[in-house]
T-cell receptor, first 111, second 116 residues
Framework: GEKVEQHESTLSVREGDSAVINCTYT??????FPWYKQEAGKGLHFVID?????DRKQSQRLIVLLDKKAKRFSLHITATQPEDSAIYFC??????????FGSGTKLTVEP | GPKVLQIPSHQIIDMGQMVTLNCDPV?????FYWYKQILGQQMEFLVN????????KSKLFKDQFSVERPDGSYFTLKIQPTALEDSAVYFC??????????????FGSGTRLTVL
């Protein structure tokens, strides 16, 4: 089955800098790649997604890039703020909303 | 945004007993899911459910597991009997549609199940 690897387990940046979280996947049939944010004690909150028919998507300070040849996708958070601090999960899906999750990246934005 | 509620947030139970985890999905959603996360590990798909039926389940969805949503009430995950390895956080999710194109899943805050 699909395996999603999230490369950074922790990431620390200064407020205002950019943060980049990288994920790779194994199954070329995967076509949907969402990102979720989890704050302490809370559930997963959807932040942004990208489908395989595009290679870039932006929503305000969030940019997602998809490289299908390399089977890699990444989340870029620009102009980080302290409230961006959370655990971010990448996921991949090929059918029926069966999401295969990465192991999570704990992002800390230092003032 | 849309909210999925999970009740209870924590549950402690003795091995061999039955447990029911409850999920109140987003009101107009039709598709429901359970995911399992063992401490320190990745979240893993258990099952999805639509129109009263399980559509797909993973190998983690053991025979002791069952799901239902009677009469539009809670979407439930029942484990009977429980085993030590069932200790985990169980996340419920729902989505408005399911088709050839994946839809955004909305997750609850999880139920932490501890089996003693």
């Amino acid at each position: 089955g699909e395996k999603v690897e999230q490369h950074e387990s922790t990431l620390s940046v200064r407020e205002g800098d950019s943060a980049v979280i990288n994920c790779t996947y194994t199954d070329t049939a995967s076509s949907y790649f969402p990102w979720y944010k989890q704050e302490a004690g809370k559930g997963l909150h959807f932040v942004i997604d990208i489908r395989s028919n595009v290679d870039r998507k932006q929503s305000q300070r969030l940019i997602v890039l998809l490289d299908k040849k390399a089977k890699r996708f990444s989340l870029h958070i620009t102009a980080t703020q302290p409230e961006d601090s959370a655990i971010y999960f990448c996921a991949a899906s090929m059918r029926y909303n069966v999401l295969y999750f990465g192991s999570g990246t704990k992002l800390t934005v230092e003032p | 945004g849309p909210k999925v509620l999970q009740i209870p947030s924590h549950q402690i139970i003795d091995m061999g007993q039955m447990v029911t985890l409850n999920c109140d999905p987003v009101s107009n959603h039709l598709y429901f899911y359970w995911y399992k996360q063992i401490l320190g590990q990745q979240m893993e798909f258990l099952v999805n459910f639509y129109n009263g039926k399980v559509m797909e389940k993973s190998k983690l969805f053991k025979d002791q597991f069952s799901v239902e949503r009677p009469d539009g009430s809670y979407f439930t995950l029942k484990i009977q009997p429980t085993a030590l390895e069932d200790s985990a956080v169980y996340f419920c999710a729902s989505s408005p549609r399911l088709g050839g194109v994946a839809e955004t899943l909305y997750f609850g805050s999880g139920t932490r199940l501890t089996v003693l």
